[in-house]
């Protein structure tokens, strides 16, 4: 059969089959069960936080956070342009609307713009932040670590503070990212704002099949979050329910993977960056594009690698790139379609989205499954190489 390299699988190798066949032996499969506890006393400890929530997905940690900003219907909410869509979905789940942020050059948002949207589009009224064309409360942002590159959270912690603004961190792509230096130096990707949300989905860096976590600044809010994410039973013998609750808690057997996954977080990190490394030489003086870094003074998980491209060098398309790439064995991606261009989001405000469409059109991720070998990675490199020199004017 001929070679196949794909852009991310799971990495089974450590505890997954012992943990899981005991979930299974002690009955234990749904969401009750002691690998839920643990694997959230195992993620808290990890990050440094008092308290984590095991949740059925990243995109249920991020709208349990909503609900807990108190962003209600008519609310805005600052979110990125240049992300995956379920950063920005929960936003509607609570009936409040996006306001579009463009990126700089780390694909993350760009403190600059986001300040001036601040100054100059809004206006501070009895400690709230109102837009001043739609009379809209803005309540939040949403920051997201894209590709486990960290935001620059000491401008946008700064200006959230001037501006009352709530931060949800989507460290859904960044479980391990850390500040090295600076103010928030040793501080973990998701703790740094008022709340922070994981995703274990099959591609993310450790996973549970499908899964996430949520942590935010205080104790009691991540177990009302708990709370809400089992139906908000207040009684367990009686079912007396206070709130209107959600079915968003974690399952046992996901919580037996996300256990042994997460014993083998840092084994994956090393790898991912001895594979960027690799990379990074392999692609050195390449004349059509360049391997994106990561933010000076932090330590990133490095999951996905991008590489940007010189498109008008090219004759033709990315999709026609990834295509014969893809045909000679190698699974490359583009990055999103960008969200204030999708159908259910064109009438949203979008401010100032210049450098999302360059990096949306030119960035190729290439494959980082952390059990590829040095031999792999050099394959995968010259068929990428390959396939863009031959179609290079
Ligand atoms: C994966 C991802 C999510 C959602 O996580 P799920 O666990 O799949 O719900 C949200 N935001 C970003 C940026 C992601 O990459």
Redesign the pocket.
């Known amino acids: 059969m001929a070679r196949f390299i794909p852009l991310s699988i799971p990495n089974f190798e450590g505890n997954e089959k012992k943990y899981v066949e005991d979930a299974l032996a002690q009955g234990w499969v749904s969401t009750g069960g002691a690998y839920i506890t643990q694997l959230e006393k195992q993620l808290a400890g990890y990050l440094h936080v008092p308290k984590a929530a095991a949740c059925q ?4 940690g ?1 709208h349990l956070s909503l609900i807990e900003c108190g962003v209600t219907p008519g609310d805005l909410v600052i979110v990125p342009a240049l ?2 869509i ?2 920005v979905n929960p936003v509607r789940y609570q009936f409040a609307e996006p306001v579009f942020m463009d990126c700089d050059d780390s694909l993350c948002i760009d403190p600059e713009k986001l300040r001036r949207f601040c100054e100059n589009e809004c206006e501070q009224k009895q400690g709230e932040l109102i837009h001043k064309a739609s009379g809209r409360p803005v309540k939040a942002i949403i920051v ?1 670590h ?1 590709f486990g590159n960290l935001a620059d959270m000491e401008q946008i912690m700064e200006i959230a503070a001037k501006f009352h603004l709530k931060v949800i961190e ?1 460290a ?2 960044a479980l391990g990212s850390r500040y090295t230096e600076g103010p928030y130096a040793g501080k973990f990707a998701g703790t740094i704002g008022d709340f922070g ?1 994981y ?3 099959g591609n ?1 860096i450790i996973t549970t099949g ?3 976590a949520v942590t935010a600044r205080e104790e009691e809010t991540v177990a009302h979050m708990q709370y809400l994410s089992t139906q908000a039973k207040d009684d367990p013998l009686f079912y007396i329910h206070d709130e209107v609750g959600y079915n968003y808690r974690m399952t046992n057997l996901q919580a037996a993977l996300g256990a042994a996954q997460l014993e083998e977080l840092d084994t994956f990190i090393a790898r991912k960056h001895s594979n960027y490394e690799l990379y990074q030489k392999l692609f050195a003086d390449f004349p059509a594009g360049k391997l994106l870094g990561f933010r000076q003074g932090t330590w990133s998980n490095q999951w996905f690698y991008s590489l940007e491209l010189k498109m008008d060098r090219l004759t033709c398309t990315l999709k026609e790139l990834i295509a014969s790439i893809q045909n000679d064995g190698v699974q490359t991606r583009a990055v999103w379609g960008l969200i204030h261009e999708q159908r259910p989001y064109r009438q949203y405000v979008a401010y100032e989205i210049e450098r999302a469409p360059y990096y949306s059109a030119c960035i190729l991720n290439i494959p980082c499954s952390t059990q590829l070998t040095k031999e792999d990675i050099s394959y995968a490199a010259k068929i990428i190489k390959g396939c863009i020199i031959s179609r290079m004017m």
Request: glycine share 18%.
């Open positions: 997905s990243g995109t249920a991020l992300t995956f379920a950063a997201v894209v989507d859904t792509e949300a995703s274990f989905n993310k499908g899964g996430g």
